[in-house]
């Protein structure tokens, strides 16, 4: 069974940096695009910024130049490091990611359970 896990999220000041993580885990045949969400109390989920299997980003508008996404696919883990952060950052952030498993034919979507991050002004 296919498992997304996030970490990384915390409490941390205006300015701060913190490095979320999302590590897949189980039987992985394979994993294709990976995306980072948001979703603030009351807000609708938004896309923050996303990799191709061949390391290809694109980032939502607000967070180009603060925000980067890497992965590591040794590791079947993709990072988003965000710099600058400002308290209109603060949300749940979850990982997505297409990953066709092994004895399986086709790929899937998965999510994680998201990791909390809070700006303090």
């Known amino acids: 069974q296919v498992q997304l896990v996030e970490s990384g999220g915390g409490l941390v000041q205006a300015g701060g940096s913190l490095r979320l993580s999302c590590e897949a885990s189980?039987?992985?045949?394979?994993?294709?695009?990976v995306a980072w969400y948001r979703q603030a109390p009351g807000k609708q989920r938004e896309l923050v910024a996303c990799?191709?299997?061949?390391?290809?980003?694109n980032y939502a508008d607000s967070m180009k130049g603060r925000f980067t996404i890497f992965r590591d696919n040794a590791k079947n883990t993709v990072y988003l490091q965000m710099n600058s952060l400002k308290p209109e950052d603060t949300a749940v952030y979850l990982c997505?990611?297409?990953?066709?498993?092994?004895?399986?034919?086709?790929?899937?979507?998965?999510w994680g359970q998201g990791t909390q991050v809070t700006v303090s002004s």
């Open positions: 997505n990611a297409g990953i066709r498993p092994t004895q399986e034919r086709y790929e899937y979507s998965y």
């Open positions: 990799i191709t299997s061949g390391g290809s980003t």
């Open positions: 189980g039987s992985i045949f394979s994993i294709n695009s």
